[in-house]
């Protein structure tokens, strides 16, 4: 993103009236590190960044945990501003102040809650996203209408559904549940719907899957699990795995019950010997469930 965008907002903080330096590093999961962090912090204490001063993280996903890490962290909390620039940062991770690194232990092990003063979504900025990456942001629409929205599930079956619709509607849909449960004590985790096994298939990768990718398989699974299981009166993984298949999202994990269990049980979300999955009641809304660590693995194959 830098090579196509930094010029243009370096001019615009320079014209209004700012003193901006810059701090590139590689896109991608694998740079998702504490070592980057280190090196944004050392960075910033070298240009001498005060309270009084913002951080501006342009670019995805992986580009906003970092910068928002270390705005939380530099002098014990600076400001920074989200300005996303693909569809998945746009209506999911630039929103509700996650923030964070990965670790060899697993995704996002480390982090804070820390809220941007500003989030900016500047729809031409998506025209140059490779379409991967807009199947990315697909995925995670489609958990936002799977779990809270059942008309928004119905628009992504639509024709040619509107960029800025959706990430308008589930900016709000997140947001909403942000404003009620900020540090993810109660109904926040039913955004995490699909994302246990997703992050586990992230892991079992390498990183090499995408996150949004790795979410598509996480909601059909789970949702195939809870169904076999008897957690859920029907099969929602069928209208879930329908709709994703339709943008040739993939649907089917490639790495098994217990390879996937055990990047489970590393996870986070786990407390003492249960983990936390989200279920659906219906479509457009969800619940939290417990499994045990010794039923995980079983649970698992009842949704590959």
């Not at 929103?95 to 982090?111: E, P, S």
């Not at 025209?127 to 928004?152: F, R, S, W």
């Not at 993984?237 to 298949?245: A, D, H, K």
């Not at 010794?294 to 590959?304: E, K, Q, V, W, Y």
Request: charged fraction near 20%; glycine fraction near 10%; aromatic fraction near 8%.
């Amino acid at each position: 993103m830098a090579e196509l965008y930094a010029s243009t907002l370096l001019i615009s903080l320079t014209e209004g009236g700012y003193e901006p330096c810059v701090f590139r590093f590689e896109a991608g999961e694998e740079h998702k590190t504490i070592a980057t962090v280190n090196d944004l912090v050392e960075y910033m204490a070298r240009k001498g960044l005060t309270r009084s001063d913002a951080v501006v993280a342009l670019g995805g996903g992986v580009t906003g945990d970092i910068a928002g890490f270390a705005a939380s962290i530099y002098m014990r909390g600076i400001r920074y501003v989200q300005v996303p620039t693909s569809l998945l940062a746009c209506l999911d991770s630039s929103v509700g102040g996650k923030t964070g690194a990965n670790l060899a232990a697993g995704k996002n092990f480390v982090g804070s809650f820390w809220q941007p003063c500003m989030v900016i979504c500047d729809y031409s900025l998506l025209e140059t996203l490779p379409h991967e990456y807009y199947l990315d942001g697909i995925a995670e629409a489609v958990k936002c209408g799977a779990i809270m929205d059942a008309e928004l599930f119905a628009y992504l079956g639509n024709v040619s559904p509107e960029a800025r619709r959706i990430i308008k509607k589930c900016a709000e849909i997140k947001a909403g549940i942000v404003e009620k449960d900020e540090r993810e004590e109660g109904i926040r985790a039913i955004l995490n719907f699909g994302h246990t096994i997703g992050h586990a298939i992230e892991k079992c990768s390498g990183y090499t899957i995408s996150h949004g990718h790795a979410v598509a398989i996480g909601m059909v699974v789970i949702s195939r699990a809870a169904y076999h299981k008897g957690l859920c009166r029907e099969n929602f993984s069928i209208p879930i795995g329908n709709l994703l298949t339709r943008y040739e999202l993939p649907v089917s994990s490639p790495f098994n019950a217990g390879d996937l269990a055990e990047a489970v049980l590393a996870d986070k979300k786990r407390s003492g010997s249960h983990s936390k999955i989200i279920v659906l009641d219906r479509i457009g809304q969800a619940r939290s469930e417990e499994i045990s660590v010794t039923a995980m693995r079983d649970f698992i194959a009842a949704g590959l």
